[in-house]
């Protein structure tokens, strides 16, 4: 990773968010989302490339 330091920073700073807690379901609903459409999109993939 070329940018190590506003990796760093950009991890450390979702990890505040999560622990101060300023999200609401809707949000957790929205990410769970964004996750399984590019896991879906991962498998789809892979099963056409085989």
Not at 17 to 41: C, H, M, N, P, R
């Amino acid at each position: 990773d070329p940018n190590v330091m506003k990796t760093f920073k950009s991890f450390s700073a979702g990890v505040d968010w999560l622990l101060e807690g300023s999200y609401s379901d809707q949000d957790i609903t929205e990410a769970k989302l964004g996750v399984f459409s590019q896991v879906g999109e991962l498998i789809f993939v892979l099963i056409i490339i085989t």
